[in-house]
């Protein structure tokens, strides 16, 4: 009696499972007459990998998840989340970089032309451009700028970056209290995306851009949701970020042609391994003639193009 109750609750099983595949083939076969079926998705997909040139490791990575795609019903959750890791792998800009402008005397007078004094600051960065000019190539240095707010440490990023002509890219990390911000989160849970490191890279559309990592100071040691300033030790080290980890993407990310800049208002609150993997430049505040020079040279002129107001008609 119980083999025949099994046997009837196989077949019963069978049945269903054939009547399933038969629908589905159906389906398919009346998807691919419209022109809209999976196959075509998937060969978009396949031609989309093909024409981003990938490095070897990343396009393996990319086939093999096509080919798990392929396996897979359109209806099944795993699918979307697939197709959205697919997404990202051709979305970060793996191989490509920005030409570097490798010119000291260019760069001091791009440099000149946005900021008054800062000489200690725009010689590290003409160092870094004549060292990179005698080498050919070398890891980027990884600075920090100290001062109270308002000497224009973020400015002094963005003009960097000109000097370079780099692509500029700009993370505050104040109040970041998850790990995950910074690594991403596991593709185990729903939702879940790259951290913010592999975001700005892909907003930036190169490898080598100027990342400036806005108060270093004000991260805030997380509790159980893991520490983010440890999370930032792999982005900071030269001798690790060559293959940082993203905890979504799981395939190392070459952060050592980015030229990180941090900047913090006091070094105290900053966590002590992180300050040791970092070089760190003072910026004082200004004297009242030099705030006099800036007022007349930068500030008024920009106040005025902002205001509309045509060169001329107002006398200070």
């Given amino acids: 009696e119980?083999?025949?109750?099994?046997?009837?609750?196989?077949q019963q099983e069978m049945t269903d499972a054939q009547r399933?595949?038969?629908?589905?083939?159906?389906?398919?076969?009346?998807?691919?007459?419209?022109?809209e079926?999976?196959?075509n998705e998937l060969a978009e997909l396949r031609a989309k990998i093909e024409a981003a040139k990938l490095p070897e490791a990343i396009n393996t990575v990319a086939m093999r998840e096509v080919d798990r795609l392929q396996r897979m019903t359109a209806a099944s959750p795993e699918y979307q989340m697939l197709r959205t890791y697919i997404d990202w792998l051709l979305d970060i800009p793996w191989s490509v970089t920005t030409e570097d402008r490798i010119d000291p005397i260019e760069g001091r007078r791009v440099l000149d032309e946005d900021h008054?004094?800062?000489?200690?600051?725009?010689?590290?960065?003409?160092?870094?451009?004549?060292?990179?000019?005698?080498?050919?190539?070398?890891?980027?240095?990884?600075?920090?700028?100290v001062g109270p707010p308002g000497v224009g440490k973020t400015s002094l990023g963005q003009s960097i970056a000109r000097a370079m002509s780099r692509k500029f890219v700009r993370?505050?990390?104040?109040?970041?209290?998850?790990?995950?911000?910074?690594?991403?989160?596991?593709?185990?849970?729903?939702?879940?995306?790259?951290?913010?490191?592999?975001?700005?890279?892909?907003?930036?559309?190169?490898?080598?851009?100027?990342?400036?990592?806005?108060e270093i100071d004000k991260v805030?040691?997380?509790?159980?949701?893991?520490?983010?300033?440890?999370?930032?030790?792999?982005?900071l080290d030269p001798a690790q970020n060559h293959s940082f980890r993203d905890h979504y993407l799981e395939?190392?990310?070459?952060?050592?042609?980015?030229?990180?800049?941090a900047t913090a208002n006091q070094l105290?609150?900053?966590?002590?391994a992180l300050l040791d993997r970092m070089e760190i430049i003072q910026l004082a505040g200004y004297s009242e003639e030099e705030k006099v020079h800036i007022a007349r040279k930068y500030l008024l002129p920009r106040q005025m193009n902002e205001h509309g107001l045509p060169a001329g008609t107002m006398e200070i």
């Fill in 251 to 261: 395939i190392p990310v070459d952060l050592s042609r980015t030229l990180f800049i």
């Fill in 171 to 214: 993370l505050s990390l104040g109040g970041v209290r998850d790990e995950a911000e910074i690594r991403g989160h596991r593709r185990t849970y729903i939702g879940s995306i790259p951290g913010r490191i592999v975001q700005a890279l892909k907003q930036a559309g190169s490898m080598n851009p100027v990342f400036m990592l806005d």
């Fill in 20 to 35: 399933q595949y038969f629908l589905r083939q159906q389906m398919k076969a009346i998807q691919q007459e419209l022109g």
């Fill in 2 to 10: 119980l083999k025949g109750k099994i046997e009837s609750q196989a």
């Fill in 116 to 145: 008054y004094d800062l000489d200690k600051v725009k010689e590290r960065i003409i160092e870094y451009l004549s060292v990179r000019k005698l080498k050919g190539d070398m890891k980027g240095p990884i600075l920090c700028f």
């Fill in 268 to 272: 105290g609150t900053i966590h002590p």
């Fill in 37 to 39: 079926g999976e196959g």
């Fill in 220 to 235: 805030t040691a997380g509790g159980f949701s893991g520490d983010p300033a440890a999370a930032l030790l792999e982005v």
